[in-house]
């Protein structure tokens, strides 16, 4: 019987998962993972670990818990706050995956005897000419592959998504026949170290930020904002525009932090770009030949839009179709139709 360990976060999807593991036969454990939280954000950290204990109770399997704070402060939060300083705007949740799901907590569950990890992600794992693939949930409003594209086929070919193949509401209803006690429990907004404030109010904690003038594309002050490190590529709220009469919208079109000065533009289109370099490019199985036409999406839940990928002097070069918004720090993942190919960070 294959030992598989279930990260579980205390909600539902990850405890449908494990259920179902066992159903299925498996012998499982579920393991909830601590992870670094500031003193001065309340978050529901202990509520979560006691309701995948509850959990745990529910199917009569054995509870585990690994706190891997040190390794999230380091890996995940020390970098997003160095990126945010130098004015790109990271993604945490793939760094969290790449990093502490199946990276610090899947070397640790595999040595403590598992013989798989599953999580309560909404992706799938497919053999594809021997090979594990990982494909798109079927689920497409809760599909999260964009954000385990760092993980290789060494990875998923140890990891189990028990909940990919699954519409949202369907897993609700098989929590409640399971008997679940967190089968009625609302899905976590963002991630929890944030909890109940801002981005922006978080980052402040940890970068020294002052405010700066706001200017249009020909470079008249127009405005104020509270710190270029806190926007992105395309953001239409959070400064003030004082000097311009027209009644439109403005966006961010170039963020410059070492002047402290936040570009705007009525026309959003002006943010846009034709083509992008991404750097830390990752493919989950070999480089595949280039050039390629695939589908890439440059943010988590935006449609999947038609590019080139070639390779020009050794650099990644992604060219849309037609021109569009992609914020330097964001990752830019690659698809074969449902299936993911990889990705990289966007850069500047």
């Not at 670990?49 to 939060?77: G, T």
């Not at 846009?272 to 890439?296: E, M, T, Y």
Request: hydrophobic letters at 40%.
């Amino acid at each position: 019987m294959q030992k598989v360990y279930v990260g579980l976060s205390g909600g539902v999807d990850s405890a449908t998962s494990a259920a179902l593991l066992q159903a299925q036969g498996y012998d499982v454990t579920g393991v909830f993972i601590k992870i670094w939280r500031p003193e001065f954000i309340e978050c529901t950290w202990r509520e979560d670990r006691l309701d995948a204990m509850r959990v745990c109770a529910a199917l009569s399997i054995p509870f585990r818990e690994i706190d891997l704070s040190h390794e999230y402060k380091e890996q995940v939060i020390d970098t997003m706050i160095a990126d945010y300083q130098r004015g790109i705007t990271p993604n945490p949740d793939v760094l969290c995956n790449e990093k502490i799901k199946f990276g610090s907590f899947m070397q640790w569950a595999l040595a403590a005897g598992a013989d798989m990890i599953a999580t309560g992600h909404y992706a799938q794992i497919k053999i594809q000419d021997g090979i594990p693939r990982l494909v798109r949930g079927v689920d497409t409003s809760k599909d999260q592959s964009y954000f385990l594209y760092r993980l290789s086929k060494d990875e998923l070919a140890k990891a189990m998504f028990p909940i990919g193949s699954m519409k949202k509401a369907d897993v609700r209803e098989k929590a409640r026949r399971f008997g679940l006690p967190v089968s009625e429990k609302p899905d976590s907004q963002g991630l929890c170290f944030v909890g109940d404030v801002s981005m922006r109010d978080f980052l402040k904690r940890f970068i020294t930020v002052e405010a700066g003038s706001v200017i249009d594309t020909t470079g008249k002050v127009i405005g104020t904002h509270e710190g270029a490190a806190l926007y992105t590529m395309g953001q239409r709220h959070g400064f003030t525009v004082t000097h311009d009469e027209s009644p439109l919208p403005h966006f961010i079109t170039m963020i410059d932090t070492n002047a402290n000065i936040l570009t705007v533009s009525t026309d959003r289109h002006d943010a846009a770009r034709k083509k992008v370099q991404i750097g830390n490019v990752h493919w989950i199985d070999k480089s595949p030949n280039l050039p390629l036409r695939l589908q890439v999406q440059t943010r988590y839940h935006e449609p999947p839009i038609v590019a080139e990928i070639t390779e020009e002097r050794g650099r990644i070069i992604c060219t849309f179709n037609e021109p569009h918004i992609a914020s330097p720090g964001q990752s830019l993942v690659i698809y074969d139709d449902d299936t993911c190919l990889g990705g990289g960070i966007i850069q500047k």
